[in-house]
């Protein structure tokens, strides 16, 4: 399936174009991110094993993220990666925004999610990642120091959660 993006300037000024995924974006063009993160009643973090398969980053550990469609806003797409990428379901009253990362790209908006759960409740996504974990903030920071995480994914949380 072909999935199409709604374009932005880097003052998040929509552009009234779209873009295809796969294709390197213009100069001065942006999309936008969602970046979830689930802690569960434990105050522990879900985070899933990229599938060996993947282009970017084979075999790291992230958070559940993905692009916003076109016509979606960032809290659907949020919602929908959430549910497509582990089997969590949850209404926009369980989910909170953080704030946006800027990147060279994209808008990256980071939302958390507090819910009480069967931490072997989760279902992944074929193609996309091969394995989960629920670990401590500690864990985390840890796994970000010896290069394990992919992307540049932990410090952006780091951000977002100082303001709260």
């Known amino acids: 399936m072909i999935e199409y993006w709604d374009l932005y300037d880097h003052a998040r000024k929509p552009l009234g174009r779209t873009h295809q995924r796969g294709v390197p974006l213009k100069e001065g063009d942006c999309h ?3 970046s979830v993160w689930t802690v ?3 105050n522990q973090v ?4 990229r599938s060996d398969q993947k282009e970017l980053f084979p075999g790291h550990w992230e958070n559940t993220a993905g ?3 076109k016509g979606e806003t960032s ?3 949020a919602l929908r990666e959430l549910r497509e990428e582990t089997g969590i ?3 926009s009253d369980e989910i909170s925004y953080l704030g946006t990362v800027l990147k060279v790209a994209s808008f990256v908006d980071i939302f958390l999610v507090r819910k009480k759960m069967n931490p072997d409740s989760i279902r992944l996504q074929k193609g996309e990642t091969t394995a989960y974990r629920w670990v401590s903030y500690d864990e985390l ?6 290069g394990k995480l992919a992307f540049p994914l932990f410090a952006p949380f780091q951000e977002a959660i100082a303001k709260l």
Do not use: H
């Open 32 to 34: 936008v991110v969602v």
């Open 40 to 42: 569960n009643q434990n």
């Open 46 to 49: 879900l985070i899933t094993l």
């Open 67 to 69: 692009s916003v469609m």
């Open 75 to 77: 809290l659907d797409a």
């Open 89 to 91: 379901e949850v209404s």
């Open 141 to 146: 920071k840890e796994m970000d120091r010896q």
